[in-house]
């Protein structure tokens, strides 16, 4: 693979043990979206998407079939801010007697620059900053272990699906995939070699229930109405963001000014000008386990139509500005020494 000296690159390698040399489309396609979606999500939860990774499929060298995902990453300066709890179980692995094992054989890192990152994190553990390097080879070592280790061990290790959602969704994606009939897959392996220690009749253990909560945040939107909902349904309202200039539909939960309108107290299309609205939107994306998801908008409360007045907007909210209630959870990912290189 032509990769330039400027990146970092490494392989992941999922190897297939199959009666022939060929997997199904549909198994080639969910491997790589699945190993895309946990990449994201443990990019963006721990290393608060500072790893400009790329990825490529790259063919088999030799014998059996083997799908090599291949992540290159940019140079960046010198250090990667990180979760603080990466910095933690670093600082805590070094009174492990295997602390030189795990860094040369499994993250692949040269022990002196090991030492040389620990020293660094030692002396200044609150700007939790890591070597470029290193911080690679801990994310491919936490794609590593979440893909190939089955449920009982995630949970033991307090790696749950409600904290990482979309990756749980993803493994989920792969092992349904791997288990269709008659698609020849008898066991799965991660080594360059003729090597399959994750077996059919265990892909099930590395499946798990997911429970996504929905992501919910707010907006206080001026917006012209376009369509509204003038008769006692639930039908949506259709406007356009002002701001934005662009389509919404949504759904009026003001119960109050819902009644209003149905009464012929604040008239519709009173004037030529188009009707204005100012209210107070939740916007709700709802998952399901299928990885699709879609979104809900809903006015919550109407503060002004036209030119009538109902409420005074709080000096708090601001308009366009986004309310985010959900908070990531940081866990620690890397009690597991399942995976060796």
């Known amino acids: 693979m032509n990769l330039t000296k400027s990146k970092l690159s490494d392989d992941l390698c999922i190897h297939f043990d199959t009666d022939e040399h060929r997997i199904p489309v549909d198994v080639f396609v969910n491997t790589a979206t699945s190993v895309l979606g946990i990449s994201r999500e443990m990019n963006k939860k721990l290393f608060n998407n500072k790893l400009k990774t790329e990825i490529y499929i790259i063919p088999a060298e030799h014998g059996g079939f083997i799908e090599l995902l291949n992540y290159s990453i940019q140079n960046h300066p010198a250090e990667i801010i990180v979760g603080k709890f990466i910095i933690d ?3 805590k692995k070094v009174s492990d007697r295997d602390i030189k094992d795990w860094a040369e054989k499994i993250l692949g890192i040269v022990w002196d620059e090991f030492v040389d990152e620990l020293k660094k994190i030692k002396n200044d553990t609150e700007s939790f900053a890591l070597n470029t390097k290193i911080a690679f080879y801990l994310y491919l070592y936490i794609i590593k ?6 449920t009982e061990t995630l949970n033991k ?11 749980f969704i ?9 288990l269709q009939p008659n698609n020849g897959i008898k066991g799965i392996g991660y080594l360059k070699e003729h ?18 909560n929905d992501d919910i945040h707010y907006k206080l939107q001026k917006i012209i109405i376009t369509n509204p909902t003038i008769v006692d349904s639930d039908d949506p309202w259709i406007g356009k963001s ?4 662009k389509k919404i539909r949504f759904n009026m939960d003001d119960i109050y000014f ?11 299309k009173s004037t030529n000008q188009d009707d204005e609205m100012v209210a107070y939107f939740e916007y709700r994306t709802i998952h399901y386990e299928n990885m699709k998801k879609r979104q809900i908008i809903s006015a919550k409360k109407v503060y002004q139509y036209n030119d009538r007045i109902f409420d005074k907007i709080p000096e708090t909210l601001h308009f366009d500005s986004d309310y985010d209630f959900a908070e990531d959870n940081q866990l620690n990912l890397f009690n597991s020494n399942k995976i060796t290189n």
């Open 242 to 245: 002002i701001t934005q200039n």
């Open 195 to 212: 090597s399959f220690p994750v077996k059919r009749n265990e892909f099930t253990s590395y499946m798990a229930k997911v429970h996504v």
């Open 157 to 167: 290790n307090k790696i749950h699906p409600q904290d990482f959602p979309n990756s």
């Open 258 to 268: 819902k009644k209003i309108i149905m009464e012929g107290q604040c008239p519709i």
């Open 89 to 91: 179980f670093i600082l």
């Open 145 to 150: 272990m979440f893909l190939f280790s089955n």
């Open 170 to 178: 993803a493994k989920n994606k792969f092992y349904e995939t791997c």
